[in-house]
């Protein structure tokens, strides 16, 4: 084990660059965590040439299917191969979604396994002995989910829970990130953010901001939230966002962005093209006969190999998961490489004409 250091490198208005290390691996932030399952979908090999450096796959998934041996799995990045970032979800949200309201326990929840019908408890201490022997590289906080348009009250316990929960990770302290919680209520994310602050966290968790949250209201909250976090510590936002909310958060300061977008669109026969900014549907029929490559200036595994839109539009219709897996390699190599523009960008004072033109070009 080994403490987390974070540096800023550079800075743009409220965007920045910053360099992660922990456990002797590397990161340059913003950089995006894979979050699609992509260590499931593709070999250490493919992943590494995408340029990605970590990846998140699931905590609770896991304790539900191996219990009280998922000790046993042991590292995940030795059972992978994978020699990149690791995070560990917890999928608060999932455990509080499939919870009856007396299944809220203030020492964790309680919901019953919608696979095999068990009643399973999720508790924090037993969050981060997950998180622990499953490898993870960087530890978070467990927090109480509450809808983030629940009624104040809830959204007030919410915090105070989670608040308290702060403690359990406080023995890793060095390389934990506590969870910021509180709806899209200013006083109340303020009052979390305050309580990561005391208990001498390494950083933060956006957590709660759902996915289908629309873009202003996105915008408003993660440019209220980020001016108030310490400026040297590392800020996680665990949301899957459109291209253009991604945007908006390196534009407001957030350093690490999950994304299952790539795999998301390699699923739906979908390729990124133009930074990410636009995209190829190519199971339609008027690529069956088209030779071109996804796109002749991606340096990626997929189009430097000279594979067509034709052979992929083949592959995507008769449902071959090898094309959704060349697919996949040439999203995240977009977006990846997306990530070290934007890096360049900040480091260049030309932020907001990047992501502008980007926007434009749509
Ligand atoms: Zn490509």
Redesign the pocket.
């Known amino acids: 084990m080994s403490k987390l250091e974070f540096t800023i490198t550079q800075s743009d208005e409220r965007a920045r660059t910053g360099l992660l290390q922990v456990n002797g691996r590397q990161v340059e932030t913003p950089a995006l965590v894979a979050s699609g399952d992509e260590l499931e979908k593709l070999s250490p090999l493919q992943l590494k040439q995408t340029g990605i450096r970590a990846v998140k796959t699931s905590g609770l998934k896991r304790w539900l299917k191996y219990d009280s041996v998922t000790e046993k799995l042991g590292d995940l990045h030795q059972l992978f191969q994978w020699d990149g970032l690791l995070f560990v979800d917890l999928e608060t949200e999932e455990a509080y979604r499939l919870a009856k309201p007396r299944g809220k326990k203030h020492d964790g929840v309680r919901f019953h396994d919608p696979t095999t019908g068990q009643l399973k408890f999720w508790q924090p201490a037993t969050a981060l002995q997950i998180q622990e022997v499953l490898g993870a590289d960087i530890f978070q906080s467990f927090d109480q989910a509450t809808d983030y348009y629940a009624p104040v009250d809830d959204l007030k316990a919410g915090v105070k829970q989670t608040n308290d929960w702060l403690s359990v990770v406080v023995s890793q302290k060095e390389q934990a990130l506590g969870s910021i919680v509180g709806g899209g209520l200013r006083d109340l994310r303020t009052a979390s953010i305050e309580a990561v602050d005391e208990a001498g966290l390494s950083g933060y968790r956006l957590s709660g901001i759902p996915n289908n949250l629309d873009d202003p209201e996105f915008s408003r909250i993660i440019n209220e939230i980020t001016p108030k976090l310490a400026e040297q510590k590392l800020r996680y936002l665990p949301a899957a966002l459109s291209f253009d909310q991604m945007l908006v958060a390196i534009l407001a300061g957030v350093d690490l962005i999950d994304s299952n977008l790539a795999a998301k669109k390699a699923a739906n026969g979908t390729?990124l093209v133009n930074q990410g900014a636009s995209a190829l549907h190519l199971d339609r029929e008027h690529f069956r006969f088209d030779s071109q490559?996804?796109?002749r200036q991606?340096?990626?595994?997929?189009?430097?190999a000279g594979y067509s839109r034709a052979l992929l539009h083949s592959l995507i219709t008769n449902h071959s998961f090898y094309g959704e897996q060349l697919l996949l390699?040439?999203n995240l190599?977009?977006l990846n490489k997306l990530m070290s523009s934007l890096r360049q960008a900040i480091k260049n004072y030309q932020t907001k004409n990047f992501v502008q033109e980007l926007l434009q070009n749509q």
């Open positions: 390729a490559v996804i796109d991606c340096a990626c595994i997929t189009c430097q390699q040439h190599f977009t």
